[in-house]
Nanobody
Framework: QVQLNESGGGLVQAGGSLRLSCAASGRPFSGYTMGWFRQTPGKERELVAARNWSGSVTYYKDSVKDRFTISRDNAKNTVSLQMNNLKPEDTAVYYC????????????????WGQGTQVTVSS
């Protein structure tokens, strides 16, 4: 059974930092692009950051560039998101995702989702 298990969410003040981690298990993830999406109530789930298997391609949502850093450890099947200088508008449920499709991930081509972890940034 494939599982993506997230950890690291929580409550932080604006300007603070959090690190999200995702451990994938249940199948080989060789060749998969892995990333993080987020969603707030009433809005569509949006891609925040993603990195392909080789690490040659990395995507960041414009509003998180220079604040968030995605990294992955293929040997351990883990992907992390370091979030610095957090802002209240970063408040959302963050989801780990894995897709076998090439290119920028979207909600329509994700093969596996994590259960989500809440990030709340207070002003």
């Amino acid at each position: 059974q494939v599982q993506l298990n997230e950890s690291g969410g929580g409550l932080v003040q604006a300007g603070g930092s959090l690190r999200l981690s995702c451990a994938a298990s249940g199948r080989p993830f060789s060749g998969y692009t892995m990333g993080w999406f987020r969603q707030t109530p009433g809005k569509e789930r949006e891609l925040v950051a993603a990195r392909n298997w080789s690490g040659s391609v990395t995507y960041y949502k414009d509003s998180v560039k220079d604040r968030f850093t995605i990294s992955r450890d293929n040997a351990k099947n883990t992907v992390s998101l370091q979030m610095n200088n957090l802002k209240p508008e970063d408040t959302a449920v963050y989801y780990c995702a894995a897709t076998r499709v090439g290119g920028t991930p979207s909600t329509s081509n994700v093969n596996y989702w994590g259960q989500g972890t809440q990030v709340t940034v207070s002003s």
